[in-house]
């Protein structure tokens, strides 16, 4: 069987890097300066998500419970 997948929890104790990831990634989504410049920050830090924690949608889709 394969590992848990890792979320993001804000509420967790989480390094520094990983909180600006996160609010980074979440006010891009509210920028409205260059769609394509927000794009290319979003999917470099699903890629980022995907390759160092293994889960490219580390940062979206947490799971409830």
Known sequence: MC???K???D???NSAWL?????LRQRAAREGYCYQHVQAI?????QYAE???GNRDYF???PYG
Do not use: R
């Open 3 to 5: 590992d848990q997948l």
């Open 7 to 9: 979320w993001y929890d």
């Open 11 to 13: 509420k967790a104790d």
């Open 19 to 23: 909180d600006a990831l996160a609010e």
């Open 42 to 46: 979003t999917v470099a830090i699903d």
């Open 51 to 53: 390759k160092a924690l």
């Open 60 to 62: 979206l889709n947490k």
